[in-house]
């Protein structure tokens, strides 16, 4: 099944989207320099990775547990 169709898999997709994100912009920051475009939305992910850093990282733990447990 796709991420789209199961609601689990697509709140994943998109934790693990921002993390990578904000993590890519921390050791490469000129590869997101772009703000527009396609990389722009990159930028954007990143960027809500670093300013709502706590309530990402409580998501992703959450989902980790939900994965274990469920």
Same mark, same amino acid.
């Given at each position: *099944? %796709? !991420?789209?169709?199961?609601?689990? %898999?697509?709140? @994943?997709?998109v934790f693990l989207g921002i993390c990578t994100? !904000?993590?890519? /912009? *921390?050791?490469?920051?000129?590869?997101?320099?772009?703000? @527009?475009?396609?990389?722009?939305?990159?930028? /954007? !992910? !990143?960027?809500?990775?670093?300013?709502? %850093?706590?309530?990402?990282?409580?998501?992703?733990f959450s989902m980790g547990v939900s994965v274990?447990?469920?």
């Amino acid at each position: *099944m %796709s !991420a789209l169709f199961n609601f689990h %898999s697509f709140l @994943t997709v998109v934790f693990l989207g921002i993390c990578t994100c !904000a993590y890519v /912009k *921390m050791q490469f920051p000129s590869i997101l320099a772009q703000r @527009t475009g396609f990389r722009g939305f990159f930028w /954007k !992910a !990143a960027r809500i990775g670093e300013r709502l %850093s706590p309530w990402i990282a409580v998501g992703c733990f959450s989902m980790g547990v939900s994965v274990i447990f469920f």
